[in-house]
């Protein structure tokens, strides 16, 4: 049975709080911790789920704990994480930069 749901993307979701996971033995012993309702899903139905994160810039989003890893951390934030992916962060960086060295220069000529 567990072959069976690996094969199809088994999801294992916490109907109380925010745990979510892949592995079976993590479900269990969040289960057995927590005495929490941790139920399981398959990926077909994942995709109409609410997404935990969603990216402001692109729109990427994350619906699990993997997806999540691609969204910069911020401790402050919801689940750890900000609301912008890596990529689109990166880019918003280097436009940034970019736009301080030009404000720097500017200011520099007109002395």
């Known amino acids: 049975m567990n072959e069976v749901s690996e094969i199809v993307g088994a999801l294992y979701i916490c109907e109380k709080c925010i745990f979510n996971s892949r592995d079976s033995v993590q479900a ?9 309702k941790v139920r399981k899903i398959f990926d077909d139905e994942v995709k109409t789920r609410l997404p935990l994160r969603v990216c402001v810039l692109c729109g990427t989003p ?3 704990d993997e997806d999540m890893e691609g969204f910069v ?3 402050e934030s919801l689940n750890g994480r900000s609301n ?3 990529s689109c962060d990166k880019k ?3 436009i ?3 736009r301080q060295k030009e404000k720097k220069r500017r200011a ?4």
Do not use: F, N, W
């Open 28 to 36: 269990t012993k969040h289960k057995l911790e927590t005495d929490h």
């Open 62 to 64: 994350a619906y699990t």
């Open 73 to 75: 951390k911020k401790k």
């Open 84 to 86: 912008r992916c890596k």
């Open 92 to 94: 918003q960086s280097v």
């Open 96 to 98: 940034r930069r970019i």
């Open 108 to 111: 520099r000529e007109y002395i």
